[in-house]
C-alpha cells in the first residue's frame, strides 16, 4: 500500500494537472475564436472598402460663442452625420451607395480594443490604404458673425484638402444654426453623391437645393448620372420640357423602364390612354420582375374607369416593388371609389384606410396618404382617428387647401363648429375657389357637399 501511494501523484498536484489541461484548451479555442473573428472583420472591411469609398468628417473649429453653449466639434460632426443620414433615407435610389459618411474614429469597445496589440481602428485604416480605400477626411468650420439685433449670423465651410465643397456665407448665411448644419450636410452628401441627393431633396419639397445637385450631374460626362438627371428635371419642369427630358432619357438607355413609366403618366394626364398603355406594356416587357410598368398600366386602366382590372393589376405592382408608396395609395383611392357603388361600403373604406397606412410607413412624409387615411377613418365614422391623421397631413404640407377642407369636414361631425368654420377659412384663403371646384375624387364629393349645405357655412 506504501509503495502504491509513492508511485501514484497526489490529488492535488492531479488537480493541478487538470487545470492547467483546461487553461490550455480555453486559450486555444479563444485564439481560434479571435482568429475567425479576425478573419471575417478583414473580409467584411474589404468589401466595404470595394463596395464605397469612405468619407470621415475630422475635425470641426467653432466660435468661442457656440463653445460657450456647449457645443463641440463632435456634437457639429454628429448632427451633420444625422441630417446626411437622413437625406439618405430620403433618396431610397435603386442603385449601389457610393459613399459613407462617418466621424473620426473613437476607440472601439474594450472587447475589440486589439488583436496582438495592433488597434483594431488602425487595422481598418491599413487595409482601406492598401486597397487604395483610405478615407477622404473632411474638415469644416462655423463663425458666427454679430447683428445689431437679433443675435449672431452663422457661417460655414466644408474642404476637403484645398477644395471647398460648400460655402454658406453672406445671402446662404443664417441665424438658425440648425439650417446652417442642414446645409452643410446637403452640400457634403450633394458634392459625393449628387444624385441621390437631389432625390432626397425633392422628396423634402426642397427645389432650390435639388436644382443646385442637378447642375452637378446635368455636367456630369457619365450617361447614367445625365439619364437620371434628365429624369429628375422633367419633375419640375413643363409638360412639353419633361417629354424631351424623359425621351431624352429612354434614347439614353432604351431599358429605362422609370423613364417608360413617367412618360406613360405624363401621357395618361394629356388624355392618350392608347400611348400611355403601350409605354407601360413596353416597361412590363423590358422587366417582367418589376413592377413599375405594372403600376403605369394600372393607372391607365383607372383613368379609363375600369376599376376592377386596375385594383387587381396594382396590388400585383405593390407586391413587386414594395417600396413604391404611390402604389397601395392608388390602391386605396380605387377601393374608395369602389365603395360609391356597393350598399355596404364600411369594408372597402376599412381596406382603403389600411392601404393608405401602409403607404404612409414605406413614406412617412407622404401627407397625401396621411388625408386620404383620415377621409377613410371619418367615413367609417373614427372621428378621433380620423382627425390626428388630418392634423398630421396638414403638418406635412400646411399649404394645401383640400388638407384643411378635409379637416374642417371631420371637426364638423365631431361637433366642434367653431374649429370648423376656422380650417374652412384657412382653405379658402389658400385657394378661394376650393369649394366651387369639381372635387379631384368622386367620394369627395359628398364631403363638399356637406360642408357646403351645413348652415355653419353658410354663416361664416
Sequence with gaps: MTINAERRPSLGVRFLTFCTSVSTFWRAVTSAVVGLAVTFLTFWLLSTALRTQP?????????????????????????ILDDVNQLRHASRLRRTELTTFEGAPSSPPPHLQSVGGISMVSIEYVLRAILGYAPLVVQGEIIAKNLDQGGPLFEGRLRLGPTIISMREGKLATQDLDKLIQDL????????????????????????????????LLASPQKEDLKYALLLRSFIVTPALAEADLREAIRIDPSFIDALSLLSGLER???DYEAAMAHAEQAIRIAPA????????????????????????????CRREPLLATCPNQVGEILLEMSLFTDTPQALQRAAYNAFLKAAEIDRSYAAA??????????????????LLANAAIDLSPADPTYHLRQAWILKRQ??????????????????????ERPEHPWERDMVREITDWPGYKAR
Excluded at 197 to 210: F, G, K, Q, R
Excluded at 417 to 430: K, M, N
Design 185 to 216: 450636410a446637403f452640400d457634403l452628401y450633394r458634392f459625393f453623391d449628387p444624385l441621390r441627393a437631389a432625390y432626397a431633396a425633392w422628396n423634402i419639397d426642397d427645389l432650390e437645393d435639388m436644382r443646385i445637385a442637378l447642375r452637378q
Design 269 to 271: 394626364r394629356r388624355g
Design 370 to 387: 396621411l388625408s386620404n387615411a383620415a377621409w377613410a377613418a371619418a367615413a367609417y365614422a373614427d372621428l378621433p382617428e380620423a382627425l
Design 415 to 436: 361637433g366642434a363648429d367653431v374649429e370648423a368654420q376656422q380650417a374652412i377659412s384657412r382653405a379658402l384663403h389658400l385657394r378661394p375657389g376650393a369649394l366651387d
Design 55 to 79: 468619407v470621415v468628417i475630422a475635425e470641426f473649429n467653432l466660435p468661442p460663442p457656440l463653445l460657450q453653449q456647449g457645443y463641440t466639434s463632435e456634437v457639429i460632426i454628429r448632427r
Design 290 to 317: 418589376r413592377g413599375l410598368g405594372l403600376y403605369a398600366k394600372g393607372r391607365v386602366e383607372r383613368s379609363k374607369g375600369r376599376l376592377a382590372e386596375a385594383l387587381a393589376t396594382l396590388e400585383e405592382a
